[in-house]
Structure formats: C-alpha cells, structure tokens
C-alpha cells in the first residue's frame, strides 16, 4: 500500500475517533449545563466528572495528532487550509482554549461556578459547528485560488444549504452520542435516575439525527455530484449504518444492553464516515488537492509510518489501562473509588 | 501594520503566553515524583503532601500549557502557510513524535490524578510519575528539534525552490539540537525549583513556620543548585555553537563588529545606532575570545562580515545580559542559602533570604522569556536560516490584525483566571490545615 493510502486512512481513523470521543465529551458539557437549568443537575454531574475528568487531556490528543498528521502526510494541506481558514480557524481554537482550561478550573479549582459552567456548555455545542465547517471546505467551492492568493468566500459558504446541514449533523450527533454514551456509563454506576434521563435524551436527539443525515446527504448530492455518486455505489457501508441505527434504537427503546447499542452507534457513525471518507478519494480539497499530488516524499513518509507504529505500541496498552481503571472498574464508575 | 508585522506579533504573543506553562509543564513532574518517592521511601508524609499540592497546582497550569500549545500548532498552518508548505515535509516528524510524547504523558496525567489510594503498595502509585516525566520532557525535546531545525536547517537538498531529499533523522538530528534541547530541559527544571521554593518562602514570610515549608525550600534549593550549575554550563557550550554555527547571532547579542582576536566581552551600556558606539558598557578585555574559543587571542567573528540585511537587531544584546545576569542569581541563592543552613549562627529562613527566594520565581520565568526571545529574534531575518526569509513566509490574509486582538483577549481571560483559580485553591487550603484534616502531625 502506497504512503498516500496508509496516511490517509490513519488520520481517518483518528479523526473518526475524535469524532467519538469529543462527542461524548462536548454533548456532556451541554448536558451539565442543561441539566443545571433544568436542577436535574446532582443526577448527572457526577456521572460526566468521574469519567470526562481523566481523560479530558487525551480528548484534546486526538485532535492535535489529526491535524499534525494531516501536515505530515499532506504538507500541502497546510498551506490551502491555512491561508483560507485564518479567521474561523482562530474562532475554533479560541472556543477549544476556553473550553479545555475552564473544564480544568472548574473541575479542579473552584467547583460549581455557573459561568464556567455555561462556557463549558456553550462551546460544547460551537466547537464541533465551527471544526465541522471544513468538511463542507473540503466538498469544493468555497476556497477560492486567485494567483498566489487563497481565501475563502464567505458569502458561499453561509448561504449554501450544504454546510448549515453539516453543521446542523455535527450538532446533534454530538448530543446523540454522547447521550448514548452517558446513558451507558448510568448503567455501569447503576444509577437509575440518571439512567432514565440520559435514556429519554438518547431517544430524542435519534430523531433528527438520522433526518439531519439524510438531508446533508442530498446537498451533497446537489453541490458534489461526483462525491455523490461515489457514495452511492458504497450503498452497502450506508445500508449497513442505518441497519445499526436500528439495532441501537431497539435496545434503548427496550432499555437494556445499553454497552451494546453505544457500540452499535460507534459502528453506525464509522460506516457512515468511512463512506464519506472513501467518496471523497482521491480529494482532499476538491479541486486543489488530491491526496496523491500532496503526499510528503517517501522518505517522510516511511519515517511516519514507523513512528506511527512505534507510537501505536506504546499509546494502546495505555489506552486499554485507562479503559479499565475508569470505564470497565465498577466500583470506581459507581464512586466508591 | 502589514499581515507580515501582524503574524509576527501574534506568534510572539503565542509563545511567550505558552512558553511559561510549558516550562512549569515540563519541570514541575520532576519535583512531584521526588517528594512522592521521598516521602515514601523516608515515610515522611509532609513530601508525600508536598506531592499531592503540587500536583494540584500543576494540572491547572497544565491545562493552559495544553490549549496554548493546541493554539501555537494550529496557528503554525494559519500564520505561515507559506512556511509549512515549504518546510512541512521536514518538521512534521518532531511535530508528530511530539504528539505522541503528549498522548503519552496525557493518558498517565490522567491516571496518577485519579488513582491516589487506589493501589496497596505506594511505589505503583509513584512509578506512574515516570512516564508522566519522560512525556513532558519528551516533547520539550522534539518541539526544540523543530526549532532547532529552523535554526540550523540540514536534511535535505533544494531543488527549483522545494526541499527534496529529505533525510528525517539528519534534520532531527542538526546542529543545534543538542545544546538547545539540554538548555531548555535543564531551564525548564531549574525555573520549577525556584517557583515551588518561591510558594514556600511566601507563607514563611507572611508567617507560617511549618516545618512543611522548610522542607520545601531545603529539598528545592538542593536541587537547585545542581541545575544552575548544569544550566549555565549547557549555556557556555550553547555560546560555543553558536560560535561556531551562527556566528552572526553572538555577535549581534555581544555587539561584536569587527572580526579580530582578544575580543572583549561587553556588559551592559548603550549603543549609538548610527556609529556603532558603546557607552557605558563594561568592557572584559579578551573575555569574549576566551569564552568563544577557550583562547584569549582566538578570533571571533564580527557583524561586519555579514550584509546588512541579513543583521539581526541589535537590541538581542540586553535580553542575552539580562538572561545571563538572573543565570547567575538563581546560581548564587542557592549558594548561599545552603551556606547558611551550614552555619549554625545563621537563621538560613531569614526575611531576606526568603525574599531572595521569592524573588527567585519570577526572575527565572523572565529568564525563560528572554532566552527564548534572544534566539528567536537572534535569528532574525530567517525563518530558516538561509533559506527562508520570515517576510516569505507570512499568510497573505489580510484578516490578521483582528485574530491577533482575538487571541490577546484569550490570554489575557486566560492569565487572569488561573492565577485567580490557583492562588483561591491554596487559599482556602493552607498547608498546614490540609496537614491537620489528613491528621499529619509532628
């Protein structure tokens, strides 16, 4: 497999597992504040603490390592995308600053500050709208090359129905999995009323999820018709998201097998996104830059490659340690440690 | 203001906000894992607490380290596009190792935080501190490879204005990397041990007389002056490279114009920008020879050699005194401090010592700043030295001025909030309070 392929479907992966785990976390800050409003707060701020708190660093990892993958793999992308995505850009990394440090101070400073409490909430929800914008970026259209002069056209880019629906699917996919998620962990700290709440969140943000989806997928039937069709002959991976959809509905509306149907969600975003990844070939920025064209030289790459993998044998094993101290040990999600 | 002075302002703003989190973020987890196994291995458990404060502390200013580098790598793409399209294939290695090397310490961070009292023998608990220090310490190296990188390019040949033949270990491996590395390692954990003893010598000076605290200051003073010594010595051999590899940059930070023999070395005093006069500098006959090349009638070379345009300015000659000036502070405190705990007729805890102490904080973060701002401007006009011209390098956005007055405002929350955060969390827990709930007595 050629360098280009092998970096590509890496920094996927990568960003397909920030998509989850952001999730969980920025639709957890949403839920904190929502549920201060609602004083439902006691039932579910314990629950997002004792499990966001260790891992609210390794959330922040995945992003950096997708974008300076990104740079490795694909030098060029830093160049196209860093010229145009100069203002939005800032506006996310100032909502990710924000939100990052006010998570710490509130959760290791002062506790239960409402104003830390509503930026946490509220950059939950901009953060992935802004970060998923690029998506929309990538469909073509919106990055403008004049000479040696790129930038983004505005005015395109906020009237094109193509990407309010990304940002729109972006927005409540983040509340679906992480409600999901939340909803699973209340059943491992077998805290019932939190469960049931977390439960009859899942259940309505699955609605427009799946309606959301299905609208940004004939936008981008109408704006990418090549990215289109692509996605089209892989009906069988769409078919296969929607057919875990189901399952998961299934099991929340039953109320049990909660782990299961919070995996059935993971495989259902992961065939959706792979389609769109896969239709995407060979652009990464549709007309400017395809994936061979930008590839780093091989020497680079081979370097990456065997950094990955070394990386890769070091980072999983610490990843399954964190998994068992804090998700899979029941006494520490019930707080008894 | 251009894009071009609106870049540049903005990443200085960046890194020296970054830096100082970054340096508490690599030094301090040293200090954590020796109080811990201190206070294991003596069963003392005033280290074990020290350990536990400490900690605590740290993660609030690690998490400002954290989004702040977050900001400075995405702003590398947004700010110089130009730059990482044409050096991207070659930094993107230490960029990506130093990744790993956060992923590493953050999934440990994560763990030691929430695992107190959760292991029977406390030495588990201890050895989680390990990759906690190798990950900062990892990523302190492989951020300073890029710089150093950018200082000393090498790695690779120019072809038709792209950089083919790239060799990832060479650039890695360049000239500058070690004697940068080893300095901002060495600065980093120097800068903790004075902050740390600064908090202590703070509460004995408003009164509180803990033996806590005195443990503190002994245990950091200790280490101190073994780091103020291996620090000023990697700086001396910092100064041999820089002899050797970029001249020009020693020479503007000396105010060395021409090249010649028995140069002096020149302390202080203001230049005339027009004559190149010094008045009222000290001037140390040959002692610049003697520092450069071990030979008081080696040559050194002057700015003279170089064009003119290629001159970095040369007002780097005060933040490179300043720097070595509170070099030599941080050594001479501990000095004497352990001189004094020596002498039984002295009080080592005195009020001005303990100023001495306290002041020894925040002079060591100035020196960090004005290290890093003697490089980086020492390098100037290069963004990579002969190749590369910053004014090349720059985004075209013309946008650049309001993100700048974004991030200003971002910092400035930012600086407020953790020093308010921070100094409320050791307020309302006073040592010797925290001392009495765990029922740690003496």
């Given at each position: 497999m050629s360098y280009h392929l092998i970096g590509i479907s890496v920094l996927w992966l990568f960003l397909y597992g920030y998509l989850i785990i952001a999730s969980i976390d920025f639709g957890a800050g949403f839920f904190a504040f929502y549920a201060r409003l609602t004083k439902q707060d006691p039932l579910i701020n314990r629950l997002i603490s004792r499990y966001l708190s260790p891992v609210w660093e390794i959330t922040n990892v995945f992003f950096v390592f997708f974008y300076i993958g990104m740079i490795g793999f694909f030098p060029d992308t830093a160049y196209y995308y860093g010229s145009a995505l100069l203002v939005p850009g800032s506006v996310a990394i100032v909502l990710l600053a924000i939100r990052g440090s006010f998570y710490a101070f509130e959760n290791?400073?002062?506790?239960?500050n409402i104003v830390y409490l509503f930026l946490y909430g509220a950059s939950g929800l901009l953060i992935p709208a802004s970060l998923s914008v690029t998506l929309a970026l990538s469909e073509g259209g919106f990055i403008l090359k004049q000479d040696q002069t790129v930038s983004l056209d505005y005015w395109a880019l906020f009237t094109n129905p193509l990407s309010w629906s990304i940002v729109g699917l972006a927005i409540v996919s983040v509340l679906f999995i992480s409600a999901c998620f939340l909803a699973f962990y209340a059943t491992r700290a077998e805290d019932h009323a939190a469960l049931k709440l977390m439960r009859t969140y899942a259940l309505f943000w699955s609605t427009p999820t799946i309606i959301i989806a299905l609208t940004a997928f004939i936008y981008l039937g109408q704006h990418n018709e090549r990215h289109y069709q692509n996605m089209m002959d892989l009906w069988w991976l769409l078919a296969l998201s929607i057919a875990f959809f189901m399952i998961a509905m299934w099991l929340l509306y039953r109320g049990r097998r909660y782990g299961l149907a919070f995996v059935c969600i993971m495989l259902q975003f992961f065939c959706a996104f792979f389609a769109y990844g896969i239709g995407q070939y060979p652009y990464i920025l549709d007309p400017y830059i395809t994936i061979q064209s930008s590839v780093t030289s091989s020497s680079m790459g081979f370097a990456l490659v065997v950094v990955f993998i070394g990386g890769m044998c070091l980072l999983i094993p610490s990843l399954i340690l964190v998994f068992k101290l804090f998700l899979f040990d029941a006494d520490y999600v019930k707080g008894k440690k | 203001m251009s894009a071009l002075d609106w870049s540049r302002g903005l990443t200085e703003m960046t890194l020296a906000f970054h830096i100082l989190f970054a340096t508490v973020g690599v030094g301090i987890p040293l200090f954590i894992s020796i109080a811990e196994w201190i206070g294991i291995r003596k069963k003392d458990p005033h280290y074990t607490l020290m350990a536990r404060r400490w900690t605590r502390g740290f993660v609030i200013t690690v998490a400002v380290g954290v989004v702040t580098g977050t900001c400075i790598g995405l702003q590398l793409s947004l700010l110089w596009p130009e730059f990482m399209r044409f050096a991207g294939n070659v930094v993107s290695l230490p960029l990506f190792l130093e990744t790993f090397a956060f992923f590493f310490e953050a999934i440990f961070l994560g763990i030691y935080l929430y695992t107190w009292?959760?292991?029977?023998?406390?030495y588990v608990h201890w050895l989680l501190t390990l990759p906690i220090i190798i990950g900062s310490s990892a990523s302190a190296l492989f951020i300073t490879m890029v710089n150093a990188f950018m200082n000393t390019p090498q790695g690779f040949t120019l072809e038709n204005g792209k950089l083919t033949n790239l060799d990832p270990l060479a650039a890695m491996f360049n000239p500058a990397t070690p004697s940068k590395v080893a300095h901002v390692l060495s600065s980093a954990y120097l800068t903790s041990a004075f902050l740390l003893s600064m908090i202590a010598s703070f509460s004995m000076l408003r009164g509180r007389n803990h033996e806590y605290y005195k443990k503190s200051i002994r245990l950091n003073m200790l280490i101190g002056l073994i780091l103020a010594v291996a620090t000023i010595w990697i700086g001396d051999v910092s100064a041999q490279f820089l002899v050797e590899k970029q001249p020009e940059k020693l020479a503007a930070a000396e105010w060395h114009f021409e090249t010649g023999n028995r140069a002096s070395l020149i302390v202080g005093g203001r230049l005339?920008?027009?004559?190149k006069e010094i008045t009222g500098a000290i001037k140390i006959p040959w002692a610049l020879s003697l520092l450069a090349t071990?030979?008081?009638?080696g040559t050194v070379i002057g700015?003279?050699?170089?064009?003119?345009?290629?001159?970095?300015?040369?007002?780097v000659h005060y933040l490179f005194d300043a720097m070595v000036g509170i070099g030599f502070y941080l050594l001479a405190i501990p000095v004497l401090f352990l001189i004094m705990t020596r002498?039984?007729?002295?009080?080592?805890?005195?009020r001005w010592m303990l100023g001495a102490i306290l002041a020894g904080g925040p002079f060591s973060l100035l020196a960090i700043e004005l290290g890093w701002f003697y490089a980086e401007v020492g390098r100037q006009p290069w963004i990579l030295r002969g190749y590369m011209r910053v004014s090349d390098a720059?985004?075209?956005?013309?946008?650049v001025g309001v993100t700048f007055w974004l991030f200003a405002a971002l910092y400035l929350l930012l600086g407020i909030v953790c020093l308010l955060v921070l100094s409320r969390l050791f307020r309302n827990k006073s040592a010797e309070l925290e001392l009495e709930e765990r029922r740690i007595i003496l």
């Open positions: 290791y400073g002062s506790k239960n | 009292n959760r292991f029977s023998n406390p005339d920008p027009v004559t071990r030979d008081p009638n700015l003279n050699e170089f064009p003119k345009d290629e001159w970095p300015p040369l007002y002498m039984k007729r002295w009080n080592a805890f005195n720059a985004t075209t956005n013309p946008n």
